[in-house]
């Protein structure tokens, strides 16, 4: 089931297209890295979402309902943090969880407060007022907040801003255990792709708006790592001979006629099967590719106006 689907979300500023028909999946227990430039419109997005911005245009479905019947009964199951959290800085950790609970009406709502303080790891500066937080226990606080309502989803919107690396690995882990053991999706917007890596399962690229591309995380390995590059002058021949001498092989055409062939292949034995066939072979070259270049790749792909 799709947690969340978007089709043609649009939203225009002043005739501007900050999202152009985005179409988006997040299935149920997904960590769904959201990866894209700044101002590519991943915020706007998850506003969108969450109903603080209004659509221009499309539709969005929580949970296998349109938000348009009942959008109000959907976003209860959400918790988010998008770009900032709304900290009040003469309170504590403490007060401010309090204050949101309360608004929500828990009957047990200073039992809940604590458990979330030790979730986020925050037990210790409960007293302390936010005004003092560094930048991490700011974001550790505003997950917290994103969880007060135990949500089936969390949209978390560059959570590892400002973060040193103990405490990006820290949130990483309560992330990576939300997920895990309480069985919550998450979508997660991030710039720090080594990060993304050790805990997406999906990931989705938006650039100028537009979705580029959705795949999973498997996919993504299999594209980033090692390969082989073929070009003949009949690459269609090729990959009917290359499949026929290795059946297992993960072989395709790619958009500039060569051919990827990626996984567990024998460089030598597609050589000696090459050089047998017909078609001249233009190019046999093993390649390295890096992950943060794969996806810069998808998000210089341009992307069609309104």
Known sequence: MYVLQTCG?????????????????????????????????????????????APTAGTIALFGEDVAADGDACRRRI?????????????????TLMARALALGFPDARDRCQEIMRLVGLSAVGRKRTKRF???????????LALLGSPDLLLLDEPFNGLDPEGTRDIRSLIMRLNETFGVTVVVSSHVLDQLDRMVTRYGVISGGRMVREMSA??????????????????????VALQEAFPHIAARVDPDRSLCITGTFDA?????????????????????????????ALMDKEAPSC
Not at 39 to 47: D, E, I, L, P, R
Not at 272 to 288: C, F, G, K, M, N
């Open 134 to 144: 560094s930048q991490g226990m700011k974001q550790r606080l505003g997950i917290g």
């Open 218 to 239: 498997q996919e993504v390995k299999e594209e980033c790592g090692h390969s082989l590059r073929v070009r003949t002058s009949a690459p269609e021949l090729t990959l």
């Open 9 to 53: 979300l649009t939203k225009a500023y002043g005739g501007r297209c900050v999202v152009d028909r985005f179409d988006m999946h997040v299935q149920q227990g997904d960590v769904y890295g959201f990866v894209g430039k700044n101002g590519a419109g991943k915020s706007t997005v998850m506003k969108m979402v969450m109903g603080l911005v």
């Open 79 to 95: 918790g988010a943090l998008i770009e900032a959290p709304g900290l009040l800085p003469a309170s504590s950790a403490f007060d």
């Open 268 to 296: 030598e034995a597609i050589a000696q099967v090459l050089h047998a066939q017909e078609p001249s072979v233009l190019e046999l070259s093993e390649i390295e590719r890096d992950m943060e270049e794969y996806f810069v």
